[in-house]
């Protein structure tokens, strides 16, 4: 069982490092691509092949991370992984039993004892 989460784990780091090894040579390139083309020849010519790698890149990160908003950045489930992250890095045992998750938008809201009105005066309200 343990073995099956480290394999996993370094599925995913392995992912993240590509990603992150694409972004760096996109970055790199591209800076290049506007030193040479920009200060030589004035023009924009080098945002052409930018931005069709940047959707390139832009697919690679969604299939490492998800579709921002979704199941991978800012959801309940990257929610869950991030807190057991920062607990591991706190120092939490292992055997710790992590709590389910309540949604923020779901409160509940108790019934309220009506108020009665001789306590006070309507002049009293202004």
């Known amino acids: ?50 931005s069709f790698w940047g959707i390139g890149l832009f697919i690679h990160y969604t299939s490492v991370f998800g579709f921002p908003g979704r199941s991978g950045l800012g959801g309940s489930e990257w929610e869950q992984r991030e807190i057991e992250k920062e607990m591991k890095k706190l120092g939490a045992s292992d055997d710790f039993d992590m709590p389910e998750l309540i949604d923020d938008d779901e409160l509940e809201l108790k019934e309220m004892k009506p108020i009665q009105k001789d306590k006070w005066n309507d002049s009293d309200l202004v």
Not at 7 to 14: L, Q
Not at 24 to 30: L, R
Not at 32 to 50: D, Y
């Open 1 to 50: 069982m343990r073995e099956d989460i480290y394999f996993e784990a370094k599925k995913i780091v392995k992912k993240k490092k590509g990603f992150y090894r694409h972004l760096g040579a996109y970055i790199a390139v591209n800076v290049v691509m506007f030193c040479v083309i920009f200060f030589q020849e004035g023009t924009f010519e080098w945002l052409f092949p930018a």
